[in-house]
């Protein structure tokens, strides 16, 4: 049980009585996340290390009869948005409606709902800010096909959700993301960190109590907005794509620091710089996790966790370009303040920072923050767990 999805829960119950003037037949949550370090690394086969955070998306549900998807949220202005199954196709995109749309048409084609699915009604009620590279598109993803799957009588595993969730994603609202966000989501733990490999999907849990070694995660959301449909998302996509081809590997997950060489005979200065980022990315994400199976974050091994976020950050802004002028400004705050380390999370462009900081200079640490970038919002996450059916 989480308190944070229990609230975002009783948000869209509310809606779902208000708007359909009736009770819902169950309400799932699906959290957003923030990757602890691994950036840009999941498209090209590579590690990540997220975690869930108390920031949900809840979905009030129930089932229809007429053929019909009609859908509402509490966070936009559209009203209830009707969509007929039968017109279910990927197209123009339309707006926020794509995302769940666009996971009952996944289902549907994967069989994880039946071929003459009726319909449903959903409310969503959302915690997690949009647009601000917490992965608010997957938590609707992922809260959309808990709910439809137990509406269908049709259970689905964390991998299927994930999965058909990304599909959904890159196929119908013609976003080119990798599986990062939606596995985060659908496989998020209380108190941990998922160590992913977005080769096999195996995923290893380790423990992230922060609270217990009196360490505090800040997020500082510099409210720009980023649109990874329209960003340079799909341009540094392609740049790693290009180079793992000309470098004749599968993905740039093949290629290890000794490689770095014989790519700059064969690669631009530009796809040089992007291979070096994701190849040095993927290093730091298992130098963290070897710092994390060696105990608790404390003294030198806080140090050297700390330096790698902050690494992780200088090799996104210097290298892979994917960071931006607030975002910096955020980050070297932070550092000046007092956190053991600060960087970018997400896709970048905007959006969201992280900082790890101690407890006890969390103030000091926000402070600095808020003189620097005064429009910043400025809140600490948890690890929760992942997406579940909550009523
Ligand atoms: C976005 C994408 F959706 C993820 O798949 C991932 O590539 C991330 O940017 C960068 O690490 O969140």
Redesign the pocket.
């Known amino acids: 049980m989480s308190i944070a999805a229990q609230e975002s829960a009783e948000e869209a119950r509310k809606l779902f009585e208000s708007v359909y003037a009736a009770a819902p037949a169950g309400i799932f949550a699906a959290p957003g996340r923030v990757?602890v370090i691994?950036?840009?690394?999941?498209?090209n086969e590579g590690f990540?290390l997220p975690m869930a955070i108390d920031r949900y998306t809840a979905v009030a549900a129930a089932p229809r009869l007429d053929g019909v998807l009609r859908v509402v949220s509490g966070q936009g202005d559209t009203g209830v948005i009707e969509i007929p199954i039968a017109n279910l196709a990927p197209g123009e995109r339309a707006g926020w409606a794509d995302y769940p749309a666009g996971v009952a048409w996944a289902m549907i084609g994967a069989g994880a709902l039946p071929g003459d699915f009726k319909g449903a009604d959903l409310a969503f009620s959302s915690r997690v800010p949009v647009g601000s590279?917490l992965?608010s598109s997957a938590a609707l993803e992922c809260s959309t096909g808990l709910a439809l799957a137990a509406l269908a009588g049709k259970p689905i595993s964390p991998a299927e959700l994930a999965r058909l969730s990304q599909y959904a994603e890159n196929e119908y609202a013609h976003?080119p993301?990798?599986?990062?966000?939606q596995l985060s989501s659908a496989f998020g733990a209380a108190d941990a960190v998922l160590h992913i490999d977005t080769r096999t999907f195996d995923i290893a849990v380790h423990p992230f109590a922060l609270g217990e070694a009196g360490l505090t995660l800040l997020v500082m959301n510099t409210k720009v907005q980023h649109q990874?449909g329209e960003s340079g998302?799909a341009d540094r996509r392609a740049a790693c794509e290009r180079s793992a081809q000309k470098l004749g590997v599968p993905a740039l997950r093949d290629l290890s620091f000794a490689d770095l060489d014989r790519a700059a005979a064969v690669l631009d200065e530009t796809e040089l710089r992007r291979v070096r980022h994701v190849v040095t990315e993927n290093d730091r994400v298992n130098r963290f996790v070897s710092l994390l199976q060696l105990g608790p974050l404390e003294g030198p091994r806080l140090n050297s966790a700390g330096e790698l976020l902050t690494a992780s950050h200088v090799s996104l802004r210097d290298d892979f370009e994917v960071s931006c002028a607030e975002l910096d400004v955020v980050v070297d705050a932070a550092l000046r303040g007092g956190a053991h380390g600060a960087r970018m999370t997400?896709?970048?462009f905007g959006g969201c920072a992280i900082a790890l900081v101690s407890t006890d200079r969390l103030d000091r640490v926000a402070e600095t923050v808020s003189e620097s970038l005064p429009q910043a919002e400025l809140f600490t996450v948890v690890a929760d767990r992942g997406a579940y059916q909550v009523l």
Do not use: A, F, I, R
């Open positions: 990757n691994g950036e840009h690394t999941d498209y990540v590279g992965s976003v993301c990798g599986p990062l966000d990874h998302y997400g896709g970048g």
